[in-house]
């Protein structure tokens, strides 16, 4: 039986919910895997380079070196940063798409390969695979990794960091919350349907619901009434210990939207309606805050 996707995320990303090998490998996360690497899907959109410059970049970090690809316009600057925290498929086309799309909207934006220590996940088909490599990614090391990708995108001579916004999709939502926790330098976020709660492991011992009170910097949470893998219990909740934060971070809930909905190459999931009108107030949330 074909799974949604939102119902695999669930039972991955969350340690207390067990998962079988066997059944994802014909789920359509599985599935996913393999789009996501490949980047072949019907509807999935496809930004030029046009008045661009972008490309591959190495970043350099605490322990070596991590890659990277990096979006801007080819003239002017220098431009607000904007980071781009990848989901669980690591450094794919959509990835780097977003930041095409980005950049034609005036940023410099980047985004790190976060796993490339263990593995590139573009080359990984199962997603059972790939999530051992993605939950013991420690938040320590993301936050630094983070760090060291606005420190470069610095150095570039092209990216204000004064002006530092961030956005990030699933996995990658989740490290938004966490980085606005951690860097309060941000001046604006915005987490597309990134997990709130769950169990606390060794490498993730905190979640977005445990530092939602040390959260000043405002966070757009754009999620979906019918991901099966987020509680709407977990928004709610989070919207009430934010109110204590004084951080001005608001949510909006697509109400037929599940998992995944601006996720372009994964046909199960997208819901152009919804990512469209996501992508445009995450567009003005940063404007709002000064990312511009």
Same mark, same amino acid.
């Given at each position: 039986?074909?799974?949604?996707?939102?119902?695999?995320?669930?039972?991955?990303?969350?340690?207390?919910?067990?998962?079988?090998?066997?059944?994802?490998?014909?789920?359509?996360?599985?599935?996913?895997?393999?789009?996501?690497?490949?980047?072949?899907?019907?509807?999935?959109?496809?930004?030029?380079?046009?008045?661009?410059?972008?490309? $591959?970049?190495?970043?350099?970090?605490?322990?070596?070196? %991590?890659?990277?690809?990096?979006? &801007?316009?080819?003239?002017?600057?220098?431009?607000?940063?904007?980071?781009?925290?990848? #989901?669980?498929?690591? /450094?794919? +086309?959509? &990835?780097?798409?977003?930041?095409?799309?980005?950049?034609?909207?005036?940023?410099?934006?980047?985004?790190?390969?976060?796993?490339?220590?263990?593995?590139?996940?573009? *080359?990984?088909?199962?997603?059972?695979?790939?999530?051992? %490599?993605?939950?013991?990614?420690?938040?320590?090391?993301?936050?630094?990794?983070?760090?060291?990708?606005?420190?470069?995108?610095?150095?570039?001579?092209?990216?204000?960091?004064?002006? /530092?916004?961030?956005?990030?999709?699933?996995?990658?939502?989740?490290?938004?919350?966490?980085?606005?926790?951690?860097?309060?330098?941000?001046?604006?976020?915005?987490?597309?349907?990134?997990?709130?709660?769950?169990?606390?492991?060794?490498?993730? +011992?905190?979640?977005?619901?445990?530092?939602?009170?040390? %959260? *000043?910097?405002?966070?757009?949470? /754009?999620?979906?009434?019918?991901?099966?893998?987020?509680?709407?219990?977990?928004? $709610?909740? &989070?919207?009430?210990?934010?109110?204590?934060?004084?951080? *001005?971070?608001?949510?909006?809930?697509?109400? #037929?939207?599940?998992?995944?909905?601006?996720?372009?190459?994964?046909?199960?999931?997208?819901?152009?309606?919804?990512?469209?009108?996501?992508?445009?107030?995450?567009?003005?949330?940063?404007?709002?805050?000064?990312?511009?």
């Amino acid at each position: 039986m074909k799974l949604e996707l939102d119902q695999d995320i669930a039972g991955i990303l969350e340690p207390e919910r067990a998962f079988d090998r066997r059944d994802f490998l014909s789920t359509a996360l599985g599935a996913s895997a393999a789009l996501a690497a490949s980047g072949t899907s019907a509807q999935q959109i496809v930004t030029d380079t046009a008045g661009l410059t972008a490309g $591959d970049v190495t970043i350099k970090v605490a322990d070596g070196t %991590i890659p990277g690809y990096f979006a &801007m316009p080819a003239t002017g600057g220098p431009f607000a940063v904007i980071l781009v925290a990848p #989901e669980v498929f690591g /450094l794919n +086309p959509y &990835m780097k798409d977003i930041c095409r799309r980005l950049a034609k909207a005036g940023y410099y934006a980047i985004t790190p390969d976060v796993y490339a220590r263990k593995a590139d996940l573009t *080359k990984i088909p199962n997603i059972a695979d790939i999530i051992p %490599i993605v939950n013991a990614k420690t938040d320590a090391e993301m936050m630094a990794d983070f760090d060291a990708t606005a420190a470069f995108a610095k150095a570039s001579g092209k990216g204000d960091v004064e002006r /530092l916004g961030m956005t990030g999709f699933c996995r990658g939502g989740r490290t938004v919350w966490m980085y606005a926790a951690h860097n309060p330098k941000l001046r604006a976020a915005v987490a597309w349907y990134g997990t709130l709660g769950g169990k606390p492991s060794d490498a993730m +011992p905190k979640t977005p619901l445990d530092m939602a009170r040390t %959260i *000043k910097v405002p966070v757009l949470g /754009l999620y979906g009434g019918k991901d099966s893998g987020i509680p709407l219990a977990d928004v $709610d909740k &989070m919207r009430e210990e934010l109110k204590g934060s004084g951080s *001005k971070s608001e949510f909006v809930v697509y109400a #037929e939207a599940g998992h995944g909905f601006n996720a372009d190459f994964r046909p199960d999931n997208y819901r152009k309606q919804d990512a469209e009108d996501g992508w445009t107030r995450m567009l003005a949330w940063f404007k709002l805050w000064g990312v511009v």
